[in-house]
């Protein structure tokens, strides 16, 4: 089996349809497109000589539609069953082209998505399988007041989640109140975890984790910027409480190395967008295990999906609430194989990474096609 090409089209999509946004200083949702303007996706296909096609999505388009041009094009003629192989291509060509984070794992993610097809198995159960039912948590955004944070999260202890994470204001002394009413709100049983979004500094990050300490969290994350390793290290030298970190760090399981020989964190990050793909995930799970530690996988979709059911020292699946609406209906048949229930995501047996596109229609609507 061989790569024949390699198609990117950019088309237009719709504006998230729950607004939201971060702690002060963060945008929120969407990818800054005015409202007057679509906001553009790159879908991209790798096709085989075979006729089995893997196929994924991604943003900053044009970046996209332009490594596919540029550097893409080596893959054509490998064998796509050969993904060490091409990820460790795919790291070659980041030497001199400094990848987007979000786009070093496109490749590997299509790789498996055709891997998985041949093989008429699920990805989660060639990559390691552990389960696929697998417990989720209810990630919020950030609401303006209280009242709105203590009504959302009843409505999801009411569909079924037992475990909370908060993305809060980023003032100590407000945050510091809300995780306290969090812990009362959901009980002494909950799971429940906080993520700081790096807005503060060691002082403020000292301080506030000493709080979600006291009230039990399971973990505290990235309270600050991925910059300077003994900043982190002092933190976890000082706090009980596990910090998670290293989610937007650049270099996979060589940085994550870093990261753990610098005792710089207690728990690790992996993501198949910012971490290589699943592949690279795996890399990060496995160093991770053979350390003692848990990796937490970051983040929603397909592919992020598989690696939380084949690893087993990851907690949950994380799943951002946003509205009243979303989160009533996080079960229903619109959200397909990710569709959660009860607080448990079932993770799909089909083969494949699970995108489905009309291509005929992605044809006549594409703004930009090119084949490679």
């Known amino acids: 089996m061989k790569i024949k090409n390699i198609n990117c089209w950019i088309v237009e999509t719709d504006h998230p349809k729950y607004a939201f946004r971060w702690r002060e200083g963060l945008q929120g949702s969407g990818d800054g497109t005015s409202i007057e303007k679509k906001p553009l996706k790159a879908i991209i296909r790798i096709d085989t000589d075979q006729n089995i096609y893997g196929s994924t999505e991604t943003r900053n388009a044009y970046s996209a539609l332009s490594l596919v041009e540029r550097r893409f094009k080596t893959l054509i003629g490998n064998n796509p069953l050969m993904t060490e192989k091409l990820w460790q291509l795919i790291w070659e060509l980041d ?10 794992g496109l490749v590997d993610e299509m790789l498996w998505d055709i891997k998985s097809k041949v093989a008429k198995m699920p990805i989660y159960k060639m990559i390691g399988g552990n389960s696929n039912i697998v417990k989720s948590y209810a990630s919020t955004v950030t609401w303006e007041t209280m009242n709105e944070y203590e009504k959302h999260i009843k409505e999801c202890m009411d569909v079924g989640f037992t475990a909370f994470k908060l993305h809060a204001w980023g003032d100590v002394k407000e945050d510091a109140l809300l995780s306290k009413n969090l812990r009362k709100w959901t009980g002494p049983d909950a799971d429940l975890m906080f993520d700081g979004s790096a807005g503060w500094d060691y002082v403020d990050s000292l301080r506030f984790g000493k709080i979600i300490q006291d009230e039990g969290y399971l973990w505290y994350e990235e309270p600050m910027r991925e910059f300077e390793l003994g900043s982190y290290s002092k933190l976890c030298e000082k706090l009980d409480i596990p910090i998670l970190a290293a989610e937007t760090s650049d270099g996979c399981h060589w940085n994550m190395a870093t990261w753990i020989q610098a005792r710089a964190l207690d728990m690790t990050r992996a993501n198949c967008s910012f971490k290589g793909g699943i592949t690279g995930s795996l890399k990060i799970s496995h160093l991770a295990e053979s350390h003692g530690m848990r990796t937490q996988v970051h983040g929603m979709g397909f592919a992020n999906a598989q690696l939380c059911a084949a690893i087993t020292n990851n907690d949950y699946y994380e799943q951002l609430v946003m509205s009243t609406e979303q989160i009533k209906n996080l079960n229903n048949d619109i959200h397909g ?27 006549n609507k594409a703004l930009t096609k090119i084949v490679v």
Do not use: A, F, T
């Open 95 to 104: 030497r001199i082209e400094e990848i987007p984070m979000y786009h070093l």
């Open 337 to 363: 194989c990710l569709k959660i229930k009860e607080g448990i995501l079932n993770v799909s047996d089909q083969p494949g990474l699970g995108y489905e596109y009309d291509w005929d229609w992605i044809e």
